[in-house]
């Protein structure tokens, strides 16, 4: 199983239910949820495949008008005391 978190500036429920609609739509194996109270107002998108194609889930959220990022997984060090 693949997934992949992005940080978007959707703040509408209308248009995120609309962004997934047209994610599962174009990518058929996906699965793509929201979660807009998050501050990066967070799409995660998953596969049972080998790969998300972040490329194109990335045009299709431009091309509506969205912006969209990868949000990185790394963790940030803890400090030493």
């Known amino acids: 199983m693949a997934i992949e978190v992005f940080r978007t500036n959707v703040t509408e429920e209308a248009h995120a239910r609309m962004l997934v609609d047209l ?5 058929n194996s996906y699965t793509a949820n929201f979660d807009l109270a998050d501050c990066d107002r967070i799409l995660r998108v ?3 495949g080998n ?4 490329e194109g ?3 299709l959220v431009r091309r509506l008008g969205f912006e969209a990022e990868v949000l990185s997984d790394d963790i940030p060090e803890v400090l030493a005391f």
């Open 57 to 59: 889930v990335l045009d």
């Open 23 to 27: 994610i599962h739509a174009t990518f």
């Open 46 to 48: 998953a596969t049972r």
């Open 51 to 54: 790969a998300i194609e972040i």
